[in-house]
């Protein structure tokens, strides 16, 4: 697969059921991997009435009547995939859920998916960031948040790693695994990215078949 260009997207919306909640701002950035560079930023409220989220995303909802219908935001959005190849999100699972599979482009989580050069105490954009000395001026904005991601890259390549590489390791197939860890041990399923899923009561997370070996700890494959 060519990997000149990826969408980093991001969405801020009212909540987290697409069929109840909806989309109240997105965000984009193109970013080049062959020059390590942001080549175009975009971001845009969706017009809608109230916004329940307005405490963690800092929208207000009287801003929403400026913003602009769900349909031309998607538009640009789709015109702007259509310059990149390969889109990137943080939980890109969230994110692809409100915006649909009409960008025509395969999907790249980067809390899942990619191998940061630095361990991390957790998955958040946050706490990545900060682990590479990317600063955080503000966040939970859809803008901000493709931002600090294109700061990762261009970060991660500061430090001397092939962000292609990188990329491309994130490509390939991944299935979900359950650690094997008792109770004293679960900061060792924590530290190397696994969630904690109360209802199963079992620490999960999405790997590369490759990416087992290394773990300190046995796990065992429980979907594909």
């Known amino acids: 697969m060519k990997l000149d260009s990826i969408l980093i997207v991001d969405t801020e919306t009212t909540g987290i059921e697409p069929g109840r909640d909806r989309v109240v701002e997105i965000g984009a950035v193109l970013w080049s991997v062959e020059h390590?560079?942001?080549?175009?930023a975009?971001?845009?409220?969706?017009?809608?009435?109230g916004n329940p989220a307005e405490a963690v995303n800092r929208i207000p909802a009287a801003a929403l009547a400026n913003g602009v219908e769900l349909s031309t935001a998607l538009a640009t959005l789709q015109a702007l995939a259509g310059r990149a190849d390969v889109a990137v999100a943080h939980n890109a699972p969230f994110d692809r859920q409100f915006l649909g599979d009409d960008l025509g482009l395969t999907w790249l989580c980067s809390m899942d998916d990619?191998?940061?050069p630095r361990p991390t105490s957790g998955r958040s954009?946050?706490?990545?960031?900060?682990?590479?000395?990317?600063?955080?001026?503000?966040?939970?904005?859809?803008l901000a948040d493709c931002l600090i991601l294109a700061r990762l890259f261009e970060r991660a390549a500061e430090l001397g790693?092939?962000?292609?590489a990188l990329l491309e390791r994130g490509l390939q197939p991944r299935a979900t695994?359950?650690?094997?860890?008792?109770?004293?041990?679960?900061?060792l399923a924590k530290a190397a990215g696994f969630s904690w899923?109360?209802?199963?009561?079992?620490?999960?997370?999405?790997?590369?078949?490759?990416?087992v070996a290394g773990l300190p700890f046995k796990v065992t494959r429980i979907a594909p």
């Open 125 to 142: 954009l946050a706490t990545i960031a900060l682990a590479h000395d990317v600063g955080i001026v503000s966040a939970h904005r859809a």
């Open 177 to 187: 695994y359950q650690a094997l860890v008792s109770y004293a041990d679960r900061e």
């Open 42 to 49: 975009w971001s845009e409220l969706i017009r809608g009435e």
């Open 114 to 116: 990619l191998a940061w």
């Open 36 to 40: 390590t560079c942001t080549v175009s």
């Open 161 to 164: 790693h092939d962000v292609r």
């Open 197 to 211: 899923d109360g209802g199963a009561k079992r620490w999960t997370r999405r790997l590369a078949a490759e990416d």
